[in-house]
């Protein structure tokens, strides 16, 4: 167990709905990251939030949107669903953004499906 | 940019046989390394890392691997392979002294483990 959680653990919806993925860090984690596992694209970094503010972006759609709120907690947005955002997310914490020896812990992830 | 290449997509090998899993990196400077297991339906899990120092590193379940700048390369290795083994290995790397700890995966490779 890497003290980090997910939900829901699995996500089931339509195309052109909205949802919202949860991710709670490590005790005394202050970063948050989000990530992307799929068949086609592999692991990809979505974005990472520290303290509350967006730290850095990566390959994240328009559609998607994520905040990091002040219990630290973050909120992973998708909407518009399409068949392809059908994935496991997954979301990882540390302690501190960057520039050091810091290592990231993961959840156990939430897998969607887009029917 | 910055990208992490892992040859072998499958890999089977008997159970008590050694295991090497080749990772190779391309990025400006030596960047943060990592070996992280996924198995089946969990999370990504931590083997190993490399910041600096010794080139080889030592992990958890008996992992080890080895940095090799000249050739850009992390390999991981494991002198006697257990049937629990099974599970996919991710290389990562992290830019290192950058604004961000975000992690760049590798495709990972699926070890297979025969009895």
């Known amino acids: 167990d890497s003290g980090v959680t997910q939900t829901p653990k699995h996500l089931i919806t339509a195309t052109g709905q909205r949802v919202t993925l949860r991710c709670s860090p490590r005790?005394?984690?202050?970063?948050v990251y989000w990530y992307q596992q799929s068949l086609d694209q592999g692991l990809q970094f979505l974005i990472q939030?520290?303290?509350?503010?967006?730290?850095a972006k990566g390959n994240i759609l328009e559609r998607f949107s994520a905040q990091q709120f002040p219990d630290l907690h973050s909120e992973l947005n998708l909407s518009s669903l399409e068949l392809g955002d059908s994935a496991l997310y997954f979301c990882?914490?540390?302690?501190?953004?960057?520039?050091?020896?810091?290592?990231?812990?993961f959840g156990p992830g939430t897998r969607l499906t887009v029917l | 940019a910055q990208s992490v290449t892992q040859p072998d997509i499958h890999i089977t090998v008997s159970e008590g046989a050694s295991l090497e899993l080749r990772c190779n990196y391309s990025?400006?400077?030596?960047?943060?390394l990592f070996w992280y297991v996924q198995s089946p339906g969990q999370g990504l899990q931590l083997l190993l890392k490399?910041?600096?120092?010794?080139?080889l590193v030592q992990g958890i379940k008996g992992f080890e691997a080895e940095f090799k700048r000249s050739q850009s390369s992390f390999n991981l290795r494991k002198p006697s392979v257990h049937w629990s083994d099974a599970a996919e290995y991710f290389c990562?790397?992290?830019?290192?002294?950058?604004?961000?700890?975000?992690?760049?995966f590798g495709t990972g490779t699926l070890l297979a483990v025969q009895p």
């Open positions: 990562a790397v992290s830019p290192l002294g950058g604004a961000t700890n975000k992690l760049i």
């Open positions: 990025y400006g400077a030596t960047p943060y």
């Open positions: 990882a914490s540390s302690v501190e953004a960057g520039g050091n020896t810091d290592t990231q812990y």
């Open positions: 490399y910041f600096s120092g010794d080139t």
């Open positions: 939030y520290y303290n509350g503010e967006e730290r």
């Open positions: 005790s005394g984690d202050l970063s």
